[in-house]
Antibody, heavy 121, light 107 residues
Framework: QVQLQQSGPGLVKPSQTLSLTCGIS??????????WNWIRQSPSRGLEWLGR?????????DYAISVKSRIVINADTSKNQFSLQLNSVAPEDTAMYYC???????????WGQGTLVSVSS | DIQMTQSPSTLSASVGDSVTITCRAS??????LAWYQQKPGKAPKVLIY???SLEGGVPSRFSGSGSGTEFSLTITGLQPDDFATYYC?????????FGQGTKVEIK
């Protein structure tokens, strides 16, 4: 059974960097049949896919156009986890952030518990 | 990005009713469509993939249909546990997008 465990601060100041980590158990971040995603949810924007990292003989990343200039997703194979960094945050980045696995069927089949991140001074 | 539009936004129904939620894509996505259920304070849970395939462990009262740009999710015989918000999501493009959600509430 795959489990994803999120960690990171729930409060970030405007213009600073939002950093979250998603620990994986029951699967490998280096799996050649999965991708590891960050998704956020807010009342104003709904469910919004932010980006993913995955390994297919080498590492790849894809990012949403809306955040492409500000986002970095990295995998840490030694800890079997992946992380999200979102730079230059603003109040509109306030949301529930989820990590999720993109599994063999192409859907988000496993999700983290969610982290509510508020951007406020 | 491919835009996903769901209707209705809210649906009021009683236990035992059958309900249908529709989802329209801004361009053809073949059958690369999933449906999720989300309850308050929880992450979404996948119900249907490939437009009509039931995820393991999901009750058979849930069914999906459609292809191209028009899709639907039907719940036949609503149970108390089914009152929740439902989202469609396309995965034809790597930039996966969700509908805005349909809240199924108790009449």
């Amino acid at each position: 059974q795959v489990q994803l465990q999120q960690s990171g601060p729930g409060l970030v100041k405007p213009s600073q960097t939002l950093s979250l980590t998603c620990g994986i158990s029951g699967d490998s971040v280096s799996s050649d049949s999965a991708a590891w995603n960050w998704i956020r949810q807010s009342p104003s924007r709904g469910l919004e896919w932010l980006g993913r990292t995955y390994y297919r003989s080498k590492w790849y990343n894809d990012y949403a156009i809306s955040v492409k200039s500000r986002i970095v997703i990295n995998a840490d194979t030694s800890k079997n986890q992946f992380s999200l960094q979102l730079n230059s945050v603003a109040p509109e980045d306030t949301a529930m952030y989820y990590c999720a696995r993109d599994g063999p069927m192409g859907t988000f089949d496993y999700w983290g518990q969610g982290t509510l991140v508020s951007v406020s001074s | 990005d491919i835009q996903m539009t769901q209707s209705p936004s809210t649906l009021s129904a009683s236990v035992g009713d059958s309900v249908t939620i529709t989802c329209r894509a801004s361009q053809s996505i073949s059958t690369w469509l999933a449906w999720y259920q989300q309850k308050p304070g929880k992450a979404p849970k996948v119900l249907i993939y490939k437009a009509s395939s039931l995820e393991g462990g999901v009750p058979s009262r849930f069914s999906g249909s459609g292809s191209g740009t028009e899709f639907s999710l039907t719940i036949t015989g609503l149970q108390p546990d089914d009152f929740a918000t439902y989202y469609c999501q396309q995965y034809k493009s790597f930039s996966k997008t969700f509908g805005q959600g349909t809240k199924v509430e108790i009449k």
